[in-house]
């Protein structure tokens, strides 16, 4: 049976979803005052298990599609999302039964609440990445060779569009992006419609109920004055990558993507170290002292010293305390095939993965 999410739920989510978004996804701060306005209006939300939806019941998958810097610069509607939502039903003549997010990451783990909002449908506990990636192909359902298509997008000025069809994964990613761009880097997708088997088989699930409970902890050693980075790290089998001051920033919005890299002297038992980190929306390739340490598929987490609620991508700036941590990522992305999709290389980086879990590269203790 679906259960009812509470606004503190939805709270400590999108404390959890930002650490999960790995830079990315987009900041969940607007989607979240979506949700706040949304409950004070009466509406609620149900989250529900994967396993209890049949397995030909019909689940629509969102996500805002976009350059997380121009998503905080164009304020979020909820209603965009729910009319992708819609705009996919009438195009197909489903009826979906649930909702849910193509990434945990970051302000897409919101989307499908705003969306389910709306639309009185339940949110399913799972989504398609375990944490956020920047591209239509880098997700468990293109590694297990679902169909791409079809896609609904919808822009906040009333333009609608439907992909109707594509031969692959990237194609589905070169036309939506051009889509994107052309709407100005920022839009509410609906992605191809997937079934409850589809979700069960290829979905990553229990991801909703894993960022509350990382959301929660953050939120509680807050409270209690407690070390939240150690409270993530007892909640999620992490290990802390670095720690230290941002130098250098070098951001820049193109392609419909946010690509950079930001720079990190070494403080405290750091001091002396450095470390920079690659970025497209998403921290990919980390490098201390020159030498590669970490890489997607493993979750590279940017996090505030002091809060430990994660920083972003668009949000970091210059003289940050950052503490840089490593979370593993879904065992589907370690396959060649998942690698193939989001190891490295897929990137453009010429770098054969090296887990850090297997590795432990230089890592210490926090």
């Not at 009185?120 to 293109?142: K, L, N, W």
């Not at 906040?156 to 994964?169: H, K, S, Y």
């Not at 069960?200 to 980075?229: C, F, M, N, Y």
Request: proline fraction near 6%; include cysteine; charge should be neutral.
């Amino acid at each position: 049976m679906p259960r009812d999410l509470t606004l503190e739920d939805v709270e400590v989510l999108a404390v959890g979803a930002w650490i999960l978004g790995t830079g990315g996804g987009g900041s969940p701060y607007l989607g979240l005052l979506n949700m706040r306005k949304l409950y004070a209006e009466g509406c609620r939300v149900r989250l529900a298990d994967a396993a209890s939806f049949a397995d030909d019941a019909p689940i629509a998958v969102v996500s805002t599609m976009g350059a997380p810097l121009v998503g905080q610069e164009r304020l979020t509607d909820s209603r965009n999302v729910a009319r992708a939502v819609a705009l996919m039903e009438e195009h197909t003549g489903l009826r979906f039964a649930g909702i849910m997010a193509v990434e945990i990451g970051g302000g897409n783990a919101i989307q499908p609440l705003m969306a389910a909002a709306h639309l009185d449908q339940p949110v399913v506990d799972a989504d398609f990445m375990g944490r956020a990636y920047p591209e239509a192909q880098m997700t468990s359902a293109a590694v297990g060779g679902l169909r791409p298509y079809p896609l609904t997008s919808v822009d906040p000025r009333g333009i609608e569009t439907i992909v109707e069809r594509v031969p692959d994964w990237p194609w589905m990613e070169r036309i939506s992006r051009r889509i994107c761009v052309e709407l100005g880097s920022t839009v509410a997708t609906c992605k191809a419609p997937r079934t409850g088997a589809e979700i069960k088989r290829w979905g990553i699930l229990g991801t909703v109920s894993k960022a509350i409970a990382i959301g929660r902890a953050v939120r509680e050693a807050q409270r209690s004055h407690q070390d939240p980075i150690a409270a993530i790290l007892a909640t999620e089998p992490g290990i802390v990558l670095f720690a230290g001051k941002v130098v250098d920033v070098d951001r820049r919005a193109t392609g419909g993507f946010l690509r950079g890299r930001v720079c990190i002297d070494g403080l405290d038992a750091w001091q002396g170290g450095a470390l920079a980190i690659a970025f497209q929306n998403e921290w990919i390739v980390a490098w201390r002292d020159d030498s590669p340490c970490a890489m997607s598929p493993d979750l590279i987490c940017v996090l505030d010293a002091a809060s430990g609620e994660a920083v972003g991508s668009e949000t970091i700036r210059y003289g940050q305390r950052v503490t840089v941590i490593a979370l593993p990522p879904p065992p589907v992305f370690l396959s060649p095939r998942g690698l193939a999709h989001v190891g490295p290389r897929a990137f453009g980086y010429d770098l054969d993965y090296r887990g850090v879990f297997a590795a432990r590269c230089g890592t210490r203790s926090a």
